[in-house]
């Protein structure tokens, strides 16, 4: 690995965002909280620091919506756009206690283990769908053949986008996706007017086409998420009102999109980089689980995420100020050394595997964390069964959409041998 200089190297510059690995060692061995060269954010870097950080709700609020609502949400074009759908609420991600609280129990109703075991069927059968779908001459880019649709389906059926039968036909997934991509685009992305303007328009669509359903749920409960939701309620509390579901709603959509998108592909590419360890798990399926924490903690698709510091104080011995940001870099804490030996192998058999913080930790800690373990799970199974070997195609390039918050393959051309 090259030595980065941390006083001439930005974490945000393009080329250091598509390969970060080095500039993450460096951070968390010289300086694992720093504050960014000419900014006020304070970047976290190391296990302990970043796990500490997340149970200091107190002094690290999650009320991070402004920076999320894009970065020309005051353009009167954007806001006039806006203004045709419904407001957005701060309900999980970008809440502090005790507003969070209240959505967190609301939703946590919703996504019990028993609704999970409810959809792993279906997530067996849409995955054998994809796989009987390759084409006979193995070509594929498996981002856009397998790992968007996977994820985008199941939410999607669970949202109730998809067909009466359960199933979802591709203008439906189409239409998910290009909505979990305006919302996720708007997050994190480095993206021009006219873009903005489009996922605006996306966002206030969505919105409409989900009320819909919301109304026909509270008309008449079906097996489903959506109804879970519209339906949940706490003792003593309203359930959610139209503007709430929309705003989770739609967090789970995009949430578990992206992310579960990128844990899929990075672990194909981890097989393509790591045939011994294939192999061992081709071997011994039973490690499956184990093998899917262990590219949950070297994809981190949820790089790292936004923390308000809300008052003067102090994180590993560094005086961190009031009114400030920090970015807490799961990524690079789940490469921390002084935690995983030899962080930046694959090992399937890795013992401590299971306690990476990809999906972050305390209150925010991931609610579709059960969801996504299981769809990981059922997806590599099958395709361990199904495909006797990946390879990248000829000229395929690993690209790496930029982008602060988020990272994942752009697409991953490989050429697949049925078994
Ligand atoms: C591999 C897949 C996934 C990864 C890596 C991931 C990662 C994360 C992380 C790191 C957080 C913590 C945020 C913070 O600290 O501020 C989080 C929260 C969250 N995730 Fe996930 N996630 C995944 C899948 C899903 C799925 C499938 C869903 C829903 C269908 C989902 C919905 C959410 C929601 C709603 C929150 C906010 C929870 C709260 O603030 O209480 N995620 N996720």
Same mark, same amino acid.
């Given at each position: 690995?090259?030595?980065?200089?941390?006083?001439?190297?930005?974490?945000?510059?393009?080329?250091?965002?598509?390969?970060?690995?080095?500039?993450?060692?460096?951070?968390?061995?010289?300086?694992?909280?720093?504050?960014?060269?000419?900014?006020? *954010?304070?970047?976290?870097?190391?296990?302990?620091?970043?796990?500490?950080?997340?149970?200091?709700?107190?002094?690290?609020?999650?009320?991070?919506?402004?920076?999320?609502?894009?970065?020309?949400?005051?353009?009167?074009?954007?806001? /006039?756009?806006?203004?045709?759908?419904?407001?957005?609420?701060?309900?999980?991600?970008?809440?502090? +206690?005790?507003?969070?609280?209240?959505?967190?129990?609301?939703?946590?109703?919703?996504?019990?283990?028993?609704?999970?075991?409810?959809?792993?069927?279906?997530?067996?059968?849409?995955?054998?769908?994809?796989?009987?779908?390759?084409?006979?001459?193995?070509?594929?880019?498996?981002?856009?053949?397998?790992?968007?649709?996977?994820?985008?389906?199941?939410? /999607?059926?669970?949202?109730? *986008?998809?067909?009466?039968?359960?199933? *979802?036909?591709?203008?439906?997934?189409?239409?998910?996706?290009?909505?979990?991509?305006?919302?996720?685009? @708007?997050?994190?992305?480095?993206?021009?007017?006219?873009?903005?303007?489009?996922?605006?328009?996306?966002?206030?669509?969505?919105?409409?086409?989900?009320?819909?359903?919301?109304?026909?749920?509270?008309?008449? @409960?079906?097996?489903?998420?959506?109804?879970?939701?519209?339906?949940?309620?706490?003792?003593?509390?309203?359930?959610?009102?139209?503007?709430?579901?929309?705003?989770?709603?739609?967090?789970?959509?995009?949430?578990?999109?992206?992310?579960?998108?990128?844990?899929?592909?990075?672990?194909?590419?981890?097989?393509?980089?790591?045939?011994?360890?294939?192999?061992?798990?081709?071997?011994?399926?039973?490690?499956? +689980?184990?093998?899917?924490?262990?590219?949950?903690?070297?994809?981190?698709?949820?790089?790292?995420?936004?923390?308000?510091?809300? @008052?003067?104080?102090?994180?590993?011995?560094?005086?961190?100020?009031?009114?400030?940001?920090?970015?807490?870099?799961?990524?690079?804490?789940?490469?921390?050394?002084?935690?995983?030996?030899?962080?930046? @192998?694959?090992?399937?058999?890795?013992?401590?595997?299971?306690?990476?913080?990809?999906?972050?930790?305390?209150?925010?800690?991931?609610?579709?964390?059960?969801?996504?373990?299981?769809?990981? /799970?059922?997806?590599?199974?099958?395709?361990?069964?199904?495909?006797?070997?990946?390879?990248? /195609?000829?000229?395929?390039?690993?690209?790496?959409?930029?982008?602060?918050?988020?990272?994942?393959?752009?697409?991953?051309?490989?050429?697949?041998?049925?078994?």
């Amino acid at each position: 690995m090259t030595k980065i200089n941390l006083d001439t190297t930005s974490l945000f510059m393009p080329e250091v965002l598509a390969d970060p690995f080095a500039y993450y060692q460096a951070a968390i061995a010289e300086r694992p909280v720093m504050v960014l060269p000419g900014t006020n *954010i304070t970047l976290v870097s190391s296990y302990d620091l970043v796990a500490e950080a997340t149970g200091r709700v107190e002094d690290f609020s999650s009320d991070f919506s402004d920076l999320l609502a894009g970065q020309r949400s005051a353009d009167p074009e954007v806001t /006039a756009e806006l203004e045709k759908g419904w407001p957005q609420r701060n309900t999980l991600l970008t809440a502090d +206690p005790p507003v969070h609280t209240r959505f967190r129990k609301l939703v946590n109703l919703a996504f019990s283990m028993k609704r999970v075991d409810a959809i792993e069927a279906e997530i067996r059968a849409i995955v054998e769908r994809l796989v009987d779908a390759f084409p006979a001459d193995g070509r594929i880019d498996f981002v856009r053949d397998f790992a968007i649709p996977l994820p985008v389906a199941v939410i /999607a059926s669970q949202i109730g *986008i998809g067909e009466a039968d359960g199933s *979802i036909s591709p203008e439906g997934i189409a239409t998910v996706k290009r909505w979990s991509d305006a919302f996720a685009d @708007r997050l994190g992305g480095m993206i021009s007017k006219e873009r903005e303007l489009e996922c605006a328009r996306e966002v206030v669509e969505f919105q409409h086409a989900m009320k819909a359903r919301i109304d026909a749920r509270r008309e008449h @409960r079906t097996e489903d998420l959506l109804s879970d939701l519209v339906h949940a309620t706490v003792e003593g509390e309203r359930p959610l009102d139209d503007a709430e579901l929309l705003s989770v709603l739609q967090q789970l959509m995009v949430a578990g999109n992206e992310t579960t998108t990128s844990t899929l592909a990075g672990g194909v590419l981890l097989f393509i980089q790591n045939p011994g360890e294939e192999a061992k798990v081709r071997a011994d399926p039973a490690l499956i +689980p184990n093998m899917v924490e262990e590219m949950l903690r070297l994809e981190s698709p949820s790089a790292g995420l936004w923390r308000i510091v809300k @008052r003067d104080t102090e994180l590993g011995g560094v005086t961190v100020p009031g009114n400030s940001m920090m970015m807490l870099r799961y990524a690079a804490a789940n490469r921390d050394p002084a935690k995983f030996e030899d962080p930046d @192998r694959f090992d399937a058999a890795r013992k401590n595997a299971r306690s990476h913080l990809a999906f972050g930790r305390g209150i925010h800690m991931c609610v579709g964390n059960m969801l996504s373990r299981k769809e990981l /799970a059922v997806a590599f199974g099958v395709l361990l069964q199904k495909v006797k070997s990946f390879e990248l /195609a000829p000229g395929a390039e690993i690209v790496h959409t930029p982008n602060m918050l988020l990272r994942g393959l752009r697409r991953l051309d490989v050429v697949v041998e049925r078994a």
